[in-house]
């Protein structure tokens, strides 16, 4: 546990610190997110060793107290936290485009760093509510680095964001009121199925999904996510709209009652292939780069949400690996693929799709990088994403009552494979190609292959990962 | 009790209109406004909740003061980026761009 | 010490041709010498090693090399009868082809990323041979779809890339299929190694329905890469690829991935009585015999060589699915000899095609007349192959054909003898009007688009040595594999070999 505490420790402190000291920020974060990495490391190989633990914060027990649970899932995003950090930070410092230098950027990203580690500690509702709010702010106050375009979006991103907390804290109140307890485990024993539950429930959920930009309160997601600086994006895609499904899934399969859960688990699912399928359709049709890659986005957390909705409509635990492998193997290739369609935007100058032709000969490390992040968006086999579509399809096919839900999948995979193919076939356009603006840059166009490689690998080691992961719920 | 849930019912009411406001208005300050309302409406229902034993909870004060932490920097965010948003489009006004 | 190596060479057949490849990305294309260099070393010692291996599984060694993927199905690559059939073609005809493409695209643009992409072909191809259990075919069976899309669209102009988005929407649509067929029979009973007579039989009375929605799902996934009708439609567009690409497609890589992959679900996954007992070999019998016809009567209409060659090879390939549907083992020995004819036959006519759009600018039928008397090398092995098309004996399709009909009589389906008789008949319409203008028309005045390749004499310098060699070399093996179709190291004895282990005879 004190390892996990450093691992949320570090960047929090390091953000303080550079509130003070400008000079060297990046080197200092890179630094730091390269220690809480260690750390992180450190409490995963810990927690496989002994199992869960537990920390009362201030020696105050519950339900008066906060209490602190490092589990397997959480150790994993910790680690995954600090790594999407370190190899953002190292792209931010490198990149002649990251539009990060001498910036906010820096104390604001270890500041999203740390309150994204508080949420994965966190096992109580109030707690979430705190670093949701610090989480929503700190984005918002980054994606204005990008300058006054970004305002608009950012404005309209921090009044939903507001909004959205705002309701997750009325369901907050409203359980309190019935329970008298904020613990999720606490709650989980106490809790029944009546209407205050189901309220309080609905309140938590809407905000939640706002703050997710789940289908249908997505709306936000693809302009404030286009207009960041490209680090930004990458950060945000990846790591921030993760924090509020963290908590709608604890809700969900930890706490909710059954007879609540398994009607709503329809609806999520149900939402889930929506997304899927109008995610992936609005990115094909949109002409700039990050706004499809944005809409992706939008898309791939469908597949969280179809594993969650499938998981509170069967009870089987099994799906919530499909979910957080979604959410890993998704949050690798984002960030790969935002690193280079920033890269290649900056450098061909020009936000539209169409640019991009002939980008296989001017920047062909970059381009290679998104086809091989695309490639695990897809699915496609030996990439993180297929081993989640994998662990998503099993159940999902052993009973052919379920297969319409597969056949939901097969047209999500199918529409993912349109709008990333559509980007890969223009870059082989060699009649016209559209020549770079500026020298490419080798070595961030390298950085943002790394993140895609990494998801590959990740297969590698998908049958330790599926089964910590499944093992999470038991 | 019955001054508990008036409590209740008046802030739910803030809340909903609060919600309303956001949904319906454009004007940057006037959306500020309304997600305040609806914060506003959120503390009150804590509160009332506070009262529902026989003593007052604590717990759900010490919370309410947390949000209002929370309340106050987040209006002030969103105040100064209306602001940097009105003095950017002043700002383009006098140089008029045609993709505005 | 043996166990360790003899598990190690299933991974290194793939990786002598992985690593290469991806040195060859980091080259930069005036790096002539040393990309040769790489390319001959990777050939080479894939050679020598699927030689070492055809020697050790002569010897009784097992070839198996295993790494944990997913729960109940690792990765797993292993040399067994079927497979090393399927490398050992691959390899021989990759050392062709790169010398073929070598000199095919001398002093071409962008040639690193052609032969690297090239290479990872190969890797991808000889994975899926090797693959031991369905999720690994799976996954080498994607990874070819990715590799090939660059050499679709190498020229880069609008025609390639509109080939290269039709071969992708069918091959990633195939690719899908296939995934949700491996991943029903996965939820089933996971993914055990292939072995021989199939591993579903326990699972026939209780989840029939998932068994068959399983098969339909996995022949339409590998029937896109077969070409089966009616999922054919990439295959005469991707023509526009550089023609070592096609002779590779064609012959090797992608159209037998397909056709390998039904050998395999059919007798290695199902087995051939479970699928005669869920009565799945009627229609893809049916399937194959109406693409057998179609592919002949669309190949008689082109007017463009390598069009018709390339209706031919869906015919042609579908020769070898059909020998599989005909579910007996006579038909089985002539389906897997034609996978090995077929590829060494159709990889010449390709090369053949190629070197006369090179050397003379002839890319229309009407084009070749005379040609023989300009090019007879060339001419001869052209000659030789489509006559092994047809059918004529000694010629290796001849074999093939015979083994396939005299199956067909022996599963008691004489009108799939019928359809082999007019597939044939329709082969010759096609082919002789070829070889007889070559040979027997009088020559134009002038080609279309002459270069000087070789010396512009006929005979040995008749085109490019690097051109002709591969040309003479592949004729030649599809010439010896009909004559020596007897003796003990011929594709048909061992077929026969791998056949009488599936049928338990």
Redesign the interface.
């Known amino acids: 546990m004190t390892l996990a505490l450093a691992s949320l420790l570090i960047p929090l402190a390091t953000a303080l610190l550079l509130l003070f000291l400008r000079s060297r920020a990046g080197a200092w974060v890179i630094i730091a997110s390269l220690l809480s990495l260690i750390v992180a490391g450190l409490a995963l190989a810990e927690v496989v060793a002994h199992g869960t633990q537990t920390l009362a914060i201030g020696g105050w027990d519950t339900p008066?107290g906060i209490r602190f649970e490092l589990n397997l899932l959480s150790a994993l995003l910790l680690t995954f936290t600090a790594l999407v950090h370190l190899l953002v930070a190292v792209y931010a410092e490198r990149s002649r485009h990251s539009q990060t230098r001498d910036t906010d950027y820096w104390p604001l990203s270890c500041l999203l760093h740390g309150s994204l580690a508080a949420l994965w500690l966190s096992r109580d509702l109030?707690n979430w509510?705190?670093t949701l709010?610090l989480l929503g702010?700190v984005a918002?106050?980054m994606i204005?680095i990008s300058g006054?375009k970004a305002?608009?979006p950012?404005?309209r991103y921090?009044?939903l964001s507001?909004?959205a907390?705002?309701c997750y804290?009325?369901g907050v109140?409203?359980l309190?009121?019935r329970y008298?307890v904020?613990d999720i485990d606490l709650l989980a024993t106490m809790i029944d199925a009546n209407h205050t539950t189901r309220l309080a429930l609905l309140l938590m959920t809407l905000g939640l999904m706002l703050k997710a930009a789940l289908w249908p309160l997505h709306l936000w997601l693809p302009a404030a996510h286009a207009s960041a600086p490209t680090a930004v994006s990458a950060l945000l895609s990846a790591l921030v709209v993760k924090g509020p499904l963290f908590i709608l899934w604890m809700l969900w399969s930890r706490m909710a009652p059954v007879e609540v859960a398994q009607p709503a688990g329809l609806l999520f699912a149900l939402a889930g292939i929506v997304a899927l399928l109008a995610g992936g359709w609005a990115a094909l049709r949109t002409p700039f780069l990050k706004t499809l890659v944005a809409y992706s986005t939008v898309a791939q957390l469908g597949y969280a949400l179809l594993a969650l909705g499938l998981l509170l409509r069967w009870q089987q635990t099994e799906l919530s690996a499909a979910l957080w492998l979604f959410v890993l193997a998704h949050g690798l290739a984002k960030v790969s693929m935002f690193l280079a369609a920033g890269e290649m935007q900056a450098t061909l100058g020009s936000k539209r799709v169409s640019s991009l032709k002939?980008a296989?000969?001017t920047m062909?490390i970059a381009m290679f990088a998104f086809a091989v992040a695309g490639?695990s968006l897809?699915?496609?086999?030996?990439s993180g994403g297929f081993?989640a579509?994998?662990v998503l399809?099993?159940?999902l096919?052993?009973d052919?009552v379920h297969?319409p839900w597969?056949l939901g999948v097969?047209l999500g995979?199918?529409a993912s494979?349109a709008y990333v193919?559509r980007v890969v076939?223009l870059a082989?356009?060699?009649?016209d190609p559209n020549p770079p603006n500026y020298n490419p840059d080798a070595f961030a166009q390298w950085l943002a292959l790394l993140p895609a490689l990494v998801v590959w690998g990740m297969?590698?080691y998908?049958?330790p990962l599926?089964?910590w992961l499944t093992e999470v719920n038991r | 009790m019955s001054s508990t849930l008036i409590f209740l019912c008046a802030g739910s009411v803030l809340?909903l209109m609060?919600?309303h406001g956001?949904a319906r208005l454009h004007h940057?300050i006037r959306?500020?406004m309304a997600?305040n309302i609806?914060?506003s409406?959120?503390f009150m229902?804590?509160i009332a909740?506070a009262n529902?034993g026989e003593h007052s909870?604590p717990?759900?004060h010490a919370?309410v003061v947390?949000?209002l932490v929370?309340a106050v920097?987040?209006t002030a965010?969103?105040l100064r980026?209306?602001v940097?948003?009105s003095a950017?489009k002043s700002g383009k006004q006098q140089a008029p761009e045609p993709n505005e | 010490m043996i166990t360790s190596w003899s598990s190690l060479l299933p991974l290194l057949i793939v990786l002598s041709s992985l690593v290469p490849g991806l040195l060859i990305f980091t080259l930069r294309e005036d790096q002539n010498r040393l990309r040769v260099l790489l390319n001959m070393t990777g050939v080479l010692l894939k050679l020598a090693l699927v030689g070492l291996m055809l020697w050790g599984v002569d010897r009784g060694l097992e070839f198996r090399f295993a790494?944990?993927?997913?729960?109940g199905g690792g990765?797993v690559l292993q040399g067994d009868a079927l497979s090393l059939q399927f490398v050992s073609l691959s390899s021989v005809l990759w050392l062709a082809t790169t010398i073929y493409a070598i000199g095919y695209l001398e002093d071409s643009p962008?040639r690193s990323?052609f032969f690297g992409y090239f290479s990872l072909c190969v890797s991808a191809t000889v994975g899926v041979a090797l693959a031991g259990n369905l999720?690994t075919f799976?996954?080498f069976y994607?990874?070819l779809t990715?590799t090939t899309f660059?050499l679709v669209?190498h020229?880069?102009?609008?025609q390639a890339?509109r080939a290269?988005?039709v071969y992708?929407t069918y091959t990633?649509?195939g690719?899908?299929?296939l995934?949700?067929g491996v991943?029903?029979l996965?939820?089933?009973t996971g993914s055990p190694d292939f072995v021989t007579g199939g591993y579903l039989q326990p699972m026939l009375e209780a989840h029939s329905?998932?068994l068959i929605?399983a098969f339909a799902l996995m022949i339409a996934g590998l029937g896109v890469k077969a070409a089966l009708l009616p999922l054919h439609g990439w295959l005469p567009q991707a023509m526009i690829a550089p023609a070592p690409v096609s002779a590779l497609l064609h012959a090797v890589a992608v159209v037998k991935a397909g056709a390998f992959g039904i050998v395999r679900v059919v007798y290695d996954v199902y087995g051939v009585e479970p699928v005669q007992a869920l009565g799945l070999n009627v229609p893809l019998l049916a399937l194959t015999a109406a693409t057998i016809i179609y592919g002949s009567l669309k190949a008689l209409q082109q007017q463009e060589l390598k069009k018709r060659l390339a209706y031919s090879t869906i015919s042609q390939v579908s020769y070898i699915t059909m020998g599989v549907a005909l579910m007996g083992p006579i038909a089985g020995v002539g389906a897997l000899a034609h996978l090995v004819h077929q590829g060494l036959m159709k990889v010449t006519l390709f090369y053949c095609a190629g070197i006369f759009a090179e050397t003379l600018g002839v890319h229309r039928i009407r084009e070749m007349d005379g040609i023989g008397r300009r090019m007879p090398l060339t001419m001869a092995a052209f000659t030789l192959c489509a006559l092994g098309m047809i059918g004529v004996p000694p010629t290796a399709g001849f074999i093939s054909k015979w083994y396939l009909g005299l199956g067909a009589l022996e599963a008691g389906w004489d009108i799939a003898l019928l359809v082999l008789v007019i597939s044939g008949l329709l082969n010759a319409a096609y082919f002789l009007p070829l070889i007889y203008r070559g040979w027997f028309a009088r020559p134009p005045a002038e080609w279309p688009e002459e270069r000087s390749l070789g010396t512009g004499r006929p005979g040995l310098g008749e085109t490019h040595w690097m051109l002709l060699v591969p040309v003479l070399f592949t004729a030649l093996l599809a010439l010896l594999a009909g004559i020596l179709a007897g003796t003990g190291f011929s594709p048909l004895s061992w077929s026969e070999l791998i056949i009488n282990r599936e049928f338990n005879l």
């Open positions: 008066l109030f509510y705190v709010e702010l918002v106050a204005i006054p305002y608009g950012a404005l921090l009044l507001l909004a907390s705002l804290l009325l109140a409203l309190y009121g008298g904020l002939g296989t000969q062909p490639g897809i699915g496609l086999p030996p081993v579509k994998w399809l099993q159940p096919l052993a052919p297969w597969a097969l995979t199918l494979a193919f076939a082989f356009d060699r009649a297969a590698l998908s049958e599926i089964l | 809340w609060g919600l956001l940057p959306r500020i997600i609806m914060g409406g959120t229902v804590m909740l529902r909870d717990v759900l919370l947390t949000g929370v920097s987040a965010f969103a980026l209306a940097a948003i950017h | 790494v944990p993927f997913l729960p990765l962008l990323r999720v799976l996954l994607e990874l990715l660059p669209v020229r880069g102009t609008p890339l290269g988005r992708l990633l649509g690719g899908a299929l995934l949700m991943a029903l996965h939820s089933l329905t998932s929605v």
